[in-house]
Nanobody
Framework: QVQLVESGGGLVQAGASLRLSCAASGRTFTFYAMGWFRQAPGKEREFVAAIGWSGGYTNYADSVKGRFTISRDNAKNTVYLQMDSLKPEDTAVYYC???????????????WGQGTQVTVSS
């Protein structure tokens, strides 16, 4: 089992930055690829970014490329999502997830956090 706890969400204005954190506990963190997903009201959960176990491979949704950066610190069992140039359409609950392989498919992740709300005002 892996327990994931997100933090760092909040209310910001368009153009601002936020950094989300996801702290992991339980089974060895380095066994897992990590992903960030988001879900806005009335919409399906969508892929945001993912990172391989070593941090050497990353993948991003087109909508966030060049604005968001995913990283991980295996010594701290934590994955981060740096979000810059935020837009109102980035408003959603953001979830981190752990799975065996780097993937943009949420069905391939085994463990999920409870989510953190990000609201971007115009």
């Amino acid at each position: 089992q892996v327990q994931l706890v997100e933090s760092g969400g909040g209310l910001v204005q368009a153009g601002a930055s936020l950094r989300l954190s996801c702290a992991a506990s339980g089974r060895t963190f380095t066994f897992y690829a990590m992903g960030w997903f988001r879900q806005a009201p009335g919409k399906e959960r969508e892929f945001v970014a993912a990172i391989g176990w070593s941090g050497g491979y990353t993948n991003y949704a087109d909508s966030v490329k060049g604005r968001f950066t995913i990283s991980r610190d295996n010594a701290k069992n934590t994955v981060y999502l740096q979000m810059d140039s935020l837009k109102p359409e980035d408003t959603a609950v953001y979830y981190c997830a752990a799975g065996p392989n780097l993937s943009g498919d949420y069905g391939r992740y085994d463990y999920w956090g409870q989510g953190t709300q990000v609201t971007v005002s115009s």
